[in-house]
């Protein structure tokens, strides 16, 4: 039998650092920069990354975690996920969006310790339809690795997109 908790307890752990540590990867003159290469490198700023990922558990991953220990399914309208919402996020800094981020997945890491005896993989009803705990905490680091990915990407490529794209301009004569 799987020890679900500490097997979560691990992964949310983990991807979170990889996530910070991929955030850090990105030199801080662009972390609010759109990205060159959209196909490869996403439409966000890599701070947008970090922002919806911190919300998304923040309204839809804590409260769905509750469900297992009393709390009601919370609405679907719960995450305001748009252009209009970001616009209005006033400090972006990493040492901000980091330390939240990391309070929130801390928030579910305690959590884990109330789940302790909770079947998780009973399905119930949720925000994704009707499916076990276990799917809700593992789409949790799909979702933060799928962000980290990018991030990573963008870490690692951005700077040298950029190069190539400068260096085909002066061949051009563009």
Do not use: N
């Given at each position: 039998m799987t020890d679900w908790?500490?097997?979560?307890?691990?992964?949310l752990q983990a991807s979170a650092d990889g996530f910070v540590w991929a955030f850090a990867q990105i030199p801080a003159a662009l972390r609010e920069d759109l990205p060159p290469d959209?196909?490869?490198?996403?439409?966000?700023?890599?701070?947008?990354?970090?922002?919806?990922?911190?919300?998304?558990?923040?309204?839809l991953v804590i409260p769905s975690m509750r469900q297992w220990v009393g709390a009601s399914i919370p609405h679907g309208d719960i995450w305001p996920d748009d252009d209009e919402t970001w616009a209005?996020?006033?400090?972006?800094?990493?040492?901000?969006?980091?330390?939240?981020f990391r309070a929130i997945r801390q928030q579910q890491i305690q959590l884990l310790s109330q789940l302790e005896d909770i079947d998780w993989q009973a399905p119930r009803e949720t925000l994704?339809?009707?499916?076990?705990?276990?799917?809700?905490?593992?789409?949790?680091?799909?979702?933060?690795?799928e962000h980290g990915d990018t991030?990573?990407?963008?870490?690692?490529?951005?700077?040298?997109?950029?190069?190539?794209?400068?260096?085909?301009?002066?061949?051009?004569?563009?």
């Open positions: 908790v500490a097997w979560f307890r691990y992964q959209p196909d490869y490198l996403g439409t966000w700023p890599p701070v947008r990354h970090v922002w919806h990922v911190k919300e998304y558990e923040r309204c209005a996020v006033q400090d972006r800094s990493l040492e901000t969006l980091t330390a939240e994704w339809g009707h499916k076990p705990l276990a799917m809700i905490v593992t789409k949790t680091f799909q979702h933060t690795y991030l990573l990407r963008m870490g690692l490529w951005w700077e040298t997109i950029l190069a190539e794209m400068a260096a085909y301009s002066a061949e051009a004569g563009i």
